[in-house]
């Protein structure tokens, strides 16, 4: 299980988050909202040691892991923002590098599992990143998370600038992921496709939690959605 108490990270004078906990369990799905500048890559970039924690924790199955960067974070993974794919390499040679360090065996056993999932990727595998359409892209950056065999996956705007198809697929995989026991905390701009899949979601406001709940009770909830929308 993740679990924030109370995160605050700034850059120089810039509070960007101030007081954010949260906990996220295995297939368990939270969406985190906000609008631009509300927080909320930098609230991914903390668990995954990408910025300084100014203060407060990130627990992992109870271990103090602030700070930890990403490939020494065993059992998370992260979808970045704007999937920052190398672009002249191979989809095999960014699968490779999802894995970390594991034996050939671990890694071809990940590889076929991964690509299993993935089939419009098992076709390109010497193709460079770079010549990848969008949806191809986002599904490469998601098969590299996958690489990890994390149990949490962290994903920053999967579906930015994507078609709806391919957002639907998105979505398609993390529901499967989630059954199979990972958890998933979800960066999403599009609110309904967010509130849907989530079970919960947390409210970012200039880098304050200001809302969370149950995505079912925020249904319920008349301008909610409103209020996640900041109209
Ligand atoms: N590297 C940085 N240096 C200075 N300020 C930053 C940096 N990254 C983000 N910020 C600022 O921190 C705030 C939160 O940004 P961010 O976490 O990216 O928000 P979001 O992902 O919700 O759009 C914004 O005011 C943004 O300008
Ligand atoms: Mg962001």
């Not at 924030?4 to 996220?24: D, F, K, M, P, Q």
């Not at 199955?61 to 672009?87: F, K, N, S, W, Y």
């Amino acid at each position: 299980m993740l679990e924030l108490s109370n995160l605050c990270v700034r850059y120089g004078h810039i509070r960007a988050l101030e007081g954010v906990s949260l906990t996220l369990k295995a297939g368990e799905a939270l969406a985190v909202a906000g609008m631009n500048g509300a927080g909320k890559s930098s609230l991914v970039r903390a668990i995954c040691g990408l910025v300084p924690v100014r203060e407060g924790q990130v627990r992992l199955d109870g271990q103090a892991i602030t700070g930890r960067p990403l490939h020494r974070l065993e059992g998370v993974a992260l979808v970045p923002e704007g999937r920052v794919l190398a672009p002249s390499l191979s989809v095999s040679e960014t699968l490779w590098l999802g894995a970390g360090r594991v034996s050939a065996r671990t890694l071809a056993a990940r590889r076929d599992g991964v690509l299993a999932r993935f089939p419009e990727l098992a076709g390109r595998l010497t193709q460079r990143a770079g010549t990848l359409s969008g949806g191809e892209a986002t599904m490469l950056a998601l098969a590299r998370g996958l690489m990890a065999a994390p149990r949490i996956l962290i994903l920053d705007e999967p579906s930015l600038g994507l078609s709806p198809a391919a957002t639907a697929r998105v979505f398609d995989t993390l529901a499967e992921l989630r059954q199979d026991g990972i958890g998933v905390l979800i960066v999403e701009q599009n609110l309904h496709l967010a509130l849907g899949f989530a079970d919960r979601f947390l409210l970012l406001q200039h880098g304050r939690p200001v809302g969370e709940g149950s995505t079912a009770e925020a249904d319920r909830s008349a301008g909610l959605e409103e209020l996640l929308l900041g109209h």
